[in-house]
């Protein structure tokens, strides 16, 4: 199997508090992987290292074969055009239209001609699924969905390897929750040619059961548990038992 990161004993420690403690764990290119875990066990933390934000204290990771212990900063700056992201607020630019949001990354990181970036940007436009009404309007102008569907077609804008969604759908509505679910699982689906892989961190465990190809449960900086989402259903770990529990009414 080809993977987009592999992480070997993994450790990040701030002063005396040991955050990630020594995490083995890969992430297969081309899939839809789901972080889970209670508030504090890492997963952010976890998440800052694979786009180089925050250095190891000890292991190593490598993202897309690359040790990003040997980059320097401005190595990493260029490395994250690699990665798409999408965050619990979609973080558009208010004062742009959805035009110009998606624009942007294409205006700032390519030397793309106007015309290329129109066309370009409407077809991302179509592919999250927005009407052609919404291309001039500013994001107060939109529905909570609908921004969220900006964000995503600005983040796939420049083709990243990897689409990374920390906590997408926290603070939706169910029905706006569900729209962002399946738009992710679509676009996973889409790009499956060009084995996008996309990392999902998340609270949602219904939604991580129903799109997620692997799960993996993160306590205190050590993985409880990593496999296939069926296998998932099924774990016997009662920290694990509990939280399914918990979260799932
Ligand atoms: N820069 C930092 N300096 C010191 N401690 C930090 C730093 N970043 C994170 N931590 C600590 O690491 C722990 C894990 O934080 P992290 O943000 O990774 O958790 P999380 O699993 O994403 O939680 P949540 O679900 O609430 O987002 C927390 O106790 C946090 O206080
Ligand atoms: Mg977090």
Redesign the pocket.
Known sequence: MEYAVECKKLVKS?GE?T?LNGLDMNIPKGKITTIL??????????LKHILGLLRPTSGSIEVLEKDLSTMDDLQLRDFRKNFGMLFQYAALFDSMTTFENIAFPLKEFTKMKEAEIKDKVDHLIQAVGLVKESTYKLPSELSGGMRKRVGLARALALEPEIMLYDEPTTGLDPITTKMVNDLIKSTSDKNSDKKLTSII?S?DIQATLKISDYIAF?ERGHILEYCPTEEFKKTKHPTIRKFLDLTSH
Do not use: E, M, N, W
């Not at 875990?37 to 976890?46: D, F, N, P, R």
């Open positions: 701030f508090d955050i875990g209670y508030s504090g066990a890492g997963k952010s933390t976890l961190i609270h993160l």
